[in-house]
């Protein structure tokens, strides 16, 4: 077990050296990069145009072949991660997720010192970034489900008083009149600075709609998407959109207190863990001492506890997905 211990802090350092050389020559590789353009920049006009449209054209063909093999998972994360305002890359995060699990071989290796301990908390400690992310974005859904018709509705009153003819325009005067709920301003907030800046309309869409993660928001992504591409009147469209949601209004209450039981289901565990080691330790506290933290078997014991306590929480997520 020591050398899987060593093996694994072996593997560590490697990790976080590998990261601290690749930023490092990533931040000198643009510096480099920056000063060639400057320079190119002193010449003429066309062709400093060729300089900067090579340079591009090169940075996109890298980043193509870089993630051509991934690149579901990577739009898969880089939208989690933008919908949820998070200021990390894809990359970064899957590094962060690398650490922790083999934090988790080398913990497991010193305090359990067995294989099966060490993969169990590979498993779940490499894993816990990602939960984490889909729980945030769970709690943002949950708390924004009963919120989303109120601002449909106030968006459909600002795109008819411009006239129905520009959503960003209509959009715009939503996100200044300050009427939303916090949650729902943030991402009507988001998806106007994303649809005024960015070129990708299409992906500022999906995370809109993975923020709410609910069909009426995909519904609403769609005629934003044809009003944007097409330029058509989508007043009839957001009306009944609206009347359908109203209709569903009362089975959406009922969804999200199921959801809520589900959200209580995943901590109960958790409590009456607490509550059971707190109330051994009141009692007992050298030999709960002894037993649970000096013991193999009672290490063992509490291991085994939290990998069902994780297994809880994966199984809550997935059926509050379902129920989204």
């Not at 643009?30 to 062709?47: D, E, I, M, N, P």
Request: aromatic share 10%; charged share 20%; glycine share 10%.
């Amino acid at each position: 077990m020591i050398k899987l211990a060593m093996i694994g802090l072996a593997a560590l350092l490697f990790l976080l050296l590998s990261v601290s050389l690749y930023f490092g020559l990533s931040a000198w590789w643009s510096g480099q990069s920056r000063k060639r353009r400057l320079r190119g920049g002193r010449g003429a006009r066309g062709t400093r145009g060729v300089h900067v449209a090579h340079g591009i054209r090169g940075d996109e063909e890298i980043s193509t072949l870089r993630w051509r093999r991934l690149s579901r998972p990577h739009r898969h994360l880089s939208d989690l991660l933008l919908a949820l305002g998070w200021r990390m890359s894809p990359a970064g995060f899957a590094v962060c997720s690398l650490g922790m699990g083999l934090m988790g071989i080398v913990a497991g290796a010193l305090a359990f010192q067995s294989v099966r301990s060490a993969l169990m908390l590979l498993l779940m400690l490499s894993s816990m970034p990602y939960l984490a992310l889909r729980m945030s974005l769970t709690n943002r859904q949950l708390s924004t489900r009963l919120e989303f018709l109120p601002a449909v509705e106030l968006f459909y009153q600002s795109y008819l008083v411009t006239g129905c003819r520009h959503i960003r325009i209509a959009l715009q005067k939503t996100v200044e009149e300050r009427r939303l709920p916090g949650e729902v301003q943030a991402v009507f907030d988001q998806l106007y600075r994303n649809l005024s800046v960015k070129g990708d309309d299409e992906g500022s869409l999906r995370r809109f709609s993975l923020s709410f993660g609910n069909m009426w928001a995909e519904y609403f992504g769609n005629i934003l998407k044809i009003a944007l591409e097409e330029g058509n009147n989508v007043a009839d469209n957001l009306q009944e959109l609206i009347a359908d949601m109203r209709k569903a209004q009362l089975a959406n209450q009922v969804e999200r207190h199921r959801m809520l039981e589900i959200r209580m289901a995943n901590y109960t565990p958790v409590l009456f863990l607490g509550i059971f080691m707190g109330v051994n330790f009141k009692l007992n506290p050298s030999g709960s001492y002894e037993y649970y933290i000096v013991d193999a078997a009672g290490r063992e014991m509490l291991l085994n506890a939290g990998l069902l306590l994780f297994g809880s929480f994966m199984m809550g997520l997935y059926l509050s997905r379902r129920k989204l």
